[in-house]
């Protein structure tokens, strides 16, 4: 099992709703991040969580808000959003330790902010 | 923070043709890693390579650490190797670093 599952593929939410993206990995991976991305833009760093703390926030407003449960799994939980946050949600996962090793990505959420 | 650019930003090319694809980056790096982005937005890690040079079937990459930047080399094209091709450089010693990706390289292969 090499991939990293995001659900759903697709979210259209209204400002005042409150949902969730989830982020699945099973490689053992022990570093996982959220990666926003609008169209014709590279990735940008939202949040990195280490070993399930979370290490980096990339001030991101706080109407998003990450959460590492497990080692295996990360959600991004979305409230009050604004249309301008209508991008494509990535999460990636890399593996422990103190080397440096290639991310691997999820397929992302389109997330439509109306 | 560290600026990576790319060049060129766009590449149009035919079939079975070979293109090199270059990352420059401001800083010393102990991270650098190439990806695709296919037109359905599925990121692909092609290399790990911070600095050496790499193989994998039809795709090379050359990093040169000491002159800051490395190289994508693409032969033989093929209409699925379409997409964007992303440079990410980070300067943490673990993984769960901060990683900053380029402008990316938009390549498209016509039959």
């Known amino acids: 099992d090499t991939e990293v599952t995001q659900t759903p593929k697709h979210l259209v939410m209204g400002m005042t709703n409150k949902k969730s993206l989830k982020c699945e990995q099973h490689?053992?991976?022990?570093?996982m991040y959220w990666y926003k991305q609008k169209a014709k833009k590279p990735p940008e760093l939202m949040f990195v969580?280490?070993?399930?703390?979370?290490?980096i926030n990339e001030s991101v407003p706080s109407r998003f808000s990450p959460e590492c449960p497990n080692s295996s799994l990360l959600n991004l939980h979305l409230h009050a959003l604004q249309p301008e946050d209508s991008a494509l949600y990535l999460c990636?996962?890399?593996?422990?330790?103190?080397?440096?090793?290639?991310?691997?990505f999820g397929s992302g959420t389109r997330l439509t902010v109306v | 923070g560290i600026q990576v650019e790319q060049s060129p930003p766009d590449l149009i090319l035919q079939e079975g043709a070979n293109s090199t694809l270059r990352c420059n980056f401001s800083?010393?790096?102990?991270?650098l890693q190439w990806f695709h982005q296919n037109p359905w937005g599925q990121l692909i890690n092609l290399f790990y390579?911070?600095?050496g040079t790499k193989q994998n079937g039809r795709l090379s990459a050359t990093t040169v650490a000491t002159e800051r930047y490395s190289l994508l080399y693409i032969s033989s094209s093929q209409t699925t190797d379409s997409g964007v091709y992303f440079c990410?450089?980070?300067?943490?010693?673990?993984?769960?670093?901060?990683?900053?990706f380029g402008e990316g390289t938009q390549l498209t292969v016509n039959p």
């Open positions: 800083d010393s790096v102990n991270n």
């Open positions: 390579i911070p600095s």
């Open positions: 490689m053992g991976h022990r570093a």
């Open positions: 990410a450089v980070g300067k943490g010693e673990t993984s769960g670093s901060r990683l900053t």
């Open positions: 990636a996962s890399s593996h422990p330790g103190r080397g440096i090793y290639g991310y691997t």
């Open positions: 969580y280490s070993y399930e703390k979370l290490s």
